[in-house]
Nanobody, 126 residues
Framework: QVQLVESGGGLVQAGDSLRLSCAAS????????MAWFRQAPGKEREFVAA????????YYADSVKGRFTMSRDNAKNTVYLQMNSLKPEDTAVYYC???????????????????WGQGTQVTVSS
Protein backbone atom coordinates (compact mmCIF):
# COMPACT_ATOMS: atom_id res chain seq x y z
CA GLN A 1 0.00 0.00 0.00
CA VAL A 2 0.95 3.61 -0.42
CA GLN A 3 1.13 6.23 2.34
CA LEU A 4 -0.79 9.44 1.63
CA VAL A 5 -0.53 12.90 3.22
CA GLU A 6 -2.94 15.70 2.33
CA SER A 7 -2.31 19.41 2.72
CA GLY A 8 -3.72 22.74 1.60
CA GLY A 9 -7.02 22.93 3.44
CA GLY A 10 -8.17 26.04 5.24
CA LEU A 11 -10.90 28.60 5.89
CA VAL A 12 -12.01 30.64 2.89
CA GLN A 13 -15.00 32.69 1.81
CA ALA A 14 -17.56 31.66 -0.77
CA GLY A 15 -16.22 32.23 -4.26
CA ASP A 16 -12.59 31.79 -3.24
CA SER A 17 -10.19 29.10 -4.43
CA LEU A 18 -8.00 26.51 -2.73
CA ARG A 19 -5.58 23.88 -3.98
CA LEU A 20 -5.25 20.65 -2.09
CA SER A 21 -2.21 18.43 -2.45
CA CYS A 22 -1.72 14.76 -1.66
CA ALA A 23 1.82 13.45 -1.43
CA ALA A 24 2.37 9.70 -1.76
CA SER A 25 5.23 7.53 -0.63
CA UNK A 26 6.77 4.72 -2.63
CA UNK A 27 8.12 4.19 -6.11
CA UNK A 28 4.95 2.74 -7.67
CA UNK A 29 2.77 5.85 -7.49
CA UNK A 30 2.10 5.81 -11.23
CA UNK A 31 0.37 2.42 -10.89
CA UNK A 32 -2.34 3.81 -8.59
CA UNK A 33 -5.70 5.24 -9.48
CA MET A 34 -6.07 8.31 -7.28
CA ALA A 35 -9.21 9.96 -5.97
CA TRP A 36 -10.51 12.67 -3.68
CA PHE A 37 -13.43 12.09 -1.35
CA ARG A 38 -15.00 14.39 1.22
CA GLN A 39 -17.03 13.99 4.35
CA ALA A 40 -19.16 16.65 5.98
CA PRO A 41 -20.33 16.37 9.61
CA GLY A 42 -23.16 13.89 9.93
CA LYS A 43 -22.88 12.78 6.32
CA GLU A 44 -21.38 9.81 4.53
CA ARG A 45 -18.09 10.07 2.74
CA GLU A 46 -18.73 11.04 -0.87
CA PHE A 47 -16.77 10.84 -4.09
CA VAL A 48 -15.38 14.10 -5.47
CA ALA A 49 -12.93 13.29 -8.27
CA ALA A 50 -10.68 10.55 -9.65
CA UNK A 51 -7.80 10.33 -12.07
CA UNK A 52 -6.31 7.44 -14.01
CA UNK A 53 -2.81 6.06 -13.64
CA UNK A 54 -1.35 8.29 -16.34
CA UNK A 55 -3.50 11.29 -15.57
CA UNK A 56 -5.09 11.44 -19.00
CA UNK A 57 -8.64 10.83 -17.81
CA UNK A 58 -10.48 12.44 -14.91
CA TYR A 59 -13.97 11.96 -13.52
CA TYR A 60 -15.91 14.35 -11.31
CA ALA A 61 -18.99 14.32 -9.16
CA ASP A 62 -21.76 16.41 -10.64
CA SER A 63 -21.65 18.72 -7.62
CA VAL A 64 -18.10 19.87 -8.42
CA LYS A 65 -17.95 19.51 -12.20
CA GLY A 66 -16.75 22.72 -13.81
CA ARG A 67 -15.39 24.10 -10.53
CA PHE A 68 -12.83 21.50 -9.40
CA THR A 69 -9.89 20.14 -11.37
CA MET A 70 -7.86 17.10 -10.39
CA SER A 71 -4.36 16.52 -11.70
CA ARG A 72 -1.31 14.44 -10.89
CA ASP A 73 2.45 14.72 -11.22
CA ASN A 74 3.89 11.22 -11.21
CA ALA A 75 7.44 12.58 -11.06
CA LYS A 76 6.58 14.22 -7.73
CA ASN A 77 4.30 11.45 -6.43
CA THR A 78 1.61 14.06 -5.91
CA VAL A 79 -2.01 14.65 -6.87
CA TYR A 80 -3.78 17.97 -6.68
CA LEU A 81 -7.33 19.22 -6.40
CA GLN A 82 -7.81 22.77 -7.60
CA MET A 83 -11.07 24.06 -6.16
CA ASN A 84 -12.54 27.24 -7.60
CA SER A 85 -15.78 29.08 -6.91
CA LEU A 86 -16.08 27.40 -3.55
CA LYS A 87 -19.48 27.19 -1.90
CA PRO A 88 -20.46 26.71 1.75
CA GLU A 89 -21.73 23.24 0.83
CA ASP A 90 -18.17 22.30 -0.13
CA THR A 91 -17.26 22.45 3.57
CA ALA A 92 -15.92 19.03 4.59
CA VAL A 93 -12.85 17.04 5.45
CA TYR A 94 -11.20 16.13 2.15
CA TYR A 95 -9.46 12.78 1.84
CA CYS A 96 -7.02 11.48 -0.72
CA UNK A 97 -7.39 7.81 -1.69
CA UNK A 98 -5.45 5.34 -3.82
CA UNK A 99 -5.91 1.89 -5.27
CA UNK A 100 -4.42 -0.20 -8.05
CA UNK A 101 -7.58 -2.07 -8.97
CA UNK A 102 -9.70 -1.07 -11.91
CA UNK A 103 -12.79 -1.55 -9.75
CA UNK A 104 -11.90 1.59 -7.85
CA UNK A 105 -12.22 3.60 -11.06
CA UNK A 106 -15.39 1.84 -12.14
CA UNK A 107 -17.27 2.10 -8.86
CA UNK A 108 -15.75 5.22 -7.26
CA UNK A 109 -16.93 3.90 -3.90
CA UNK A 110 -14.92 4.52 -0.72
CA UNK A 111 -14.73 0.79 0.00
CA UNK A 112 -13.00 0.24 -3.35
CA UNK A 113 -9.95 2.23 -2.25
CA UNK A 114 -7.40 0.59 -0.02
CA UNK A 115 -5.16 3.50 0.95
CA TRP A 116 -6.28 6.74 2.61
CA GLY A 117 -4.74 9.92 3.93
CA GLN A 118 -5.62 11.53 7.23
CA GLY A 119 -7.74 14.26 5.64
CA THR A 120 -7.56 18.03 5.47
CA GLN A 121 -10.34 20.38 6.57
CA VAL A 122 -11.89 22.79 4.09
CA THR A 123 -14.30 25.35 5.48
CA VAL A 124 -16.15 27.78 3.22
CA SER A 125 -17.96 30.66 4.90
CA SER A 126 -20.89 32.46 3.29
Amino acid sequence: QVQLVESGGGLVQAGDSLRLSCAASGRTFSTYIMAWFRQAPGKEREFVAAITWSGDITYYADSVKGRFTMSRDNAKNTVYLQMNSLKPEDTAVYYCAADKRGSSWLTRRPDAFGSWGQGTQVTVSS
